[in-house]
């Protein structure tokens, strides 16, 4: 036998034995892919009958909302109370859920806690469905990877909070669009959501590409062209997973313009996407009184927002170190306000009391942790200027009530703040925009170098500017939005 022909002997033998393993191979695949399947319709089968035996018990149907943090008292929270009060206020035979993840306190003391620092009282008690696993959501968990990992751990909590309880339409109001799939496909729930702000955006894709170093972007990764490289693949195909997640909802609502533009390019979802812009309780600071401040010894500057990196408190401390030591500004305080979500946001503040230390101006700098609402207000009635520093904030409700109170406002040259809030009415400036130390410093002292009349003018402008983001506005947008889900859970 030539050499020729023991080849081509060769070559059929080898593809015998790989014939003959490719037919168990395929079908072990297909068996198992059979076995996933019965095993997602059995699941499917014992939630839907937990939802139907539930449904026939309460005699009506249910919206829940998945809200792990419903008790931290930031913006999203008072997303949250306002939405349930306007639906309870137009549907009266529905039942509410919330899921949470605060263990600590009951319900009613989260609902006091609404009260309190939102003056939102709902019409009727709802009921609190509480997961003992929201330390997976935790990014204290997942040091690196920590939106792969969040958005993972997601999965499990929901998965938690759908076997305790089925609801007929779910909302997440969070932020968690990997919960989307199991309470659709699992649960056979409708599903909707209210995005604050998308977990990945074509913004942080950027940050990554340019090799910015940012908080969530650190020097020894901006550092590195291979890690950057890396983390570029990363965040892509972490995009492609929400893409899919989101996409899943049968409606979306946005907080922004800005969120609006990275969730149509990621969901790509325009005909079930609108924006509902948050609800601020602009009237409750109507009578914050609106007059000339030329006869202040001291003037204040206030930064309301939670103590989250993002937020950047770190560029407030600094950009007012940089007003004092110029000296042109005159007497002057800066008040922090915000609430601590965890032990990691009251570390971060400790660790700003420390810059505050090192940079010698702790005596001219006041950190106000979970106030009361009439506390706020006291505050923002004493104070000249709202700070404001995130970048690429999503809306920034803070920013609002602050031009509500009368206050100037000086935020942040990004994001919902940029193409929504600070923008001119009817011809007139509302408001003032920087980005680094040097433009925050250099507009403070350009607010306080105006006469008190040219600051009374920008302060009138800024509260008749945030009218179209009162309570009101809010529940007639959301509920012209929910309209067709609760529709078709009355019928």
């Known amino acids: 036998m030539s050499g020729h022909d023991q080849l081509v002997h060769c070559l059929c033998e080898l593809t015998r034995l790989l014939w003959k393993l490719l037919l168990p191979l395929v079908f072990l695949v297909v068996l198992l892919i059979a076995v996933l399947v019965l095993l997602v319709l059995a699941v499917r089968f014992w939630l839907q009958s937990s939802k139907n035996a539930r ?11 998945f809200h792990p943090y419903c008790n931290a008292g930031g913006g999203g929270e008072r997303v949250l109370w306002c939405a349930i009060r306007a639906l309870q206020s137009r549907y009266v035979d529905i039942n509410f859920v919330v899921y949470t993840g605060d263990l600590g306190v009951t319900g009613q ?9 939102f003056n939102i009282v709902l019409p009727r ?22 939106l792969l990992g969040q958005s993972v751990g997601s999965i499990f909590l929901g998965w938690e909070a759908l076997t305790e309880f089925v609801p007929d339409l779910y909302i997440d109001s969070m932020g ?120 202040r010894k001291c003037h204040s500057i206030v ?47 400790l660790m700003l009391r420390g810059l505050c230390q090192e940079l010698g101006v702790a005596d001219r700098v006041e950190f106000k942790l979970n106030v009361s609402f009439e506390e706020l207000k006291r505050e923002l009635g004493d104070a000249t200027i709202g700070l404001h520093t995130m970048w690429n904030e999503h809306f920034g409700i803070g920013i609002v009530e602050c031009m509500a109170a009368g206050k100037i406002i000086l935020a942040h040259k990004s994001g919902g703040p940029k193409m929504d809030i600070v923008v001119p009415f009817e011809g007139g400036q509302t408001g003032f925009l920087a980005d680094d130390e040097d433009s925050y410093a250099e507009a403070v002292e350009r607010i306080l170098a105006l006469s008190p009349g040219g600051r009374l003018l920008i302060r009138r402008n800024a509260r008749q500017s945030v009218a179209r983001f009162s309570d009101q506005e809010f529940e007639a947008c959301f509920l012209a939005a929910m309209e067709p889900l609760m529709g078709s859970l009355e019928r």
């Open 303 to 349: 930064s309301i927002g939670q103590f989250r990196p993002e937020k950047d408190h770190r560029l407030q401390i600094r950009a007012f170190k940089k007003v004092l030591d110029r000296g042109r500004a005159g007497p002057l305080k800066l008040v922090l306000i915000g609430g601590c979500r965890n032990q990691e946001d009251e570390d971060r503040v």
């Open 176 to 295: 968690f669009a990997f919960t989307l799939p199991l309470f659709r496909y699992l649960g056979g729930c409708s599903v909707g959501s209210y995005v604050h702000y998308p977990t990945i955006s074509t913004d942080m894709l950027s940050v990554v590409r340019e090799r910015n170093p940012r908080f969530n972007n650190a020097d020894y990764v901006s550092n590195s062209l291979f890690l950057s490289a890396f983390k570029v693949v990363y965040y892509c195909l972490l995009a492609l997973l929400y893409g899919m997640a989101g996409s899943c909802s049968d409606l979306v609502m946005v907080n922004s313009s800005w969120t609006l533009d990275h969730i149509l390019s990621l969901w790509r979802a325009p005909n079930r996407t609108s924006v509902v812009y948050p609800p601020c309780d602009v009237s409750a600071f109507l009578d914050v009184p609106l007059e000339e401040d030329g006869d």
């Open 125 to 146: 008690p709802v009921q609190f469905v509480f997961l003992r696993h929201r330390l997976l959501v935790e990014p204290g968990l997942f040091p690196h990877f920590t």
């Open 109 to 117: 003391q989260i609902l006091e806690g609404a009260r309190r620092r």
């Open 55 to 65: 449904r026939a018990r309460d005699g009506r149907p249910t919206v829940a909302f």
